[in-house]
């Protein structure tokens, strides 16, 4: 398999990101949120406008994550406070458990290091099992726990993880 990352920039490419999100959304947390909490939130978040605002003027980064040339899933990030926040990270369901997680987590430890942040942190819900072992599995641990009211009645019902970035050593003179 031939994983790599290319950057969401154009249009066109954002298209692509909010219907990958929508069917990824629609499939995957049915299980652990309501569907109308489910549709709430992509066009909150994860709408073609809602992605070009992140980008425009949030400081967001998308990248789509390939197997060939075929796009398999996203994730985006953002730079806060020297930490690099991983903000969104999905993947097909057809596609999951194929290691994708191990190169993402290398991917991301590299833009922390070419960019000299210290640390990797994420927000997941605090029922999504899975997601959260496989965060662990790379080092993540639950720092904190977070609710946040993001309107509309609902809200977001979270575990805060992190892991530290072990930057290169800088030789002695």
């Not at 640390?119 to 599995?137: F, G, M, P, Q």
Request: with cysteine; charged share 25%.
């Amino acid at each position: 398999m031939k994983f790599k990352f290319s950057q969401v920039k154009i249009a066109e490419e954002i298209a692509v990101v909010a219907q990958l999100a929508a069917a990824i959304w629609r499939e995957y947390y049915v299980s652990i949120i309501t569907m109308e909490q489910i549709e709430y939130m992509i066009g909150k978040y994860q709408s073609i406008s809602a992605i070009t605002d992140q980008i425009d003027h949030q400081g967001y980064e998308y990248y789509f994550i390939h197997n060939g040339e075929s796009v398999v899933g996203y994730l985006s990030v953002r730079e806060e406070e020297g930490k690099l926040f991983l903000s969104k990270f999905y993947i097909s369901k057809e596609h999951r458990g194929r290691g994708y997680a191990s190169h993402a987590s290398a991917f991301l430890e590299q833009l922390c290091k070419d960019r000299n942040l210290s640390h990797i942190w994420l927000t997941v819900n605090r029922d999504n099992e899975s997601s959260i072992a496989i965060y662990e599995k790379k080092g993540f641990q639950i720092v904190q726990e977070q609710i946040a009211d993001i309107g509309n009645g609902f809200v977001m019902d979270d575990f805060i993880m992190g892991r530290i970035v072990k930057l290169s050593a800088t030789p002695l003179p």
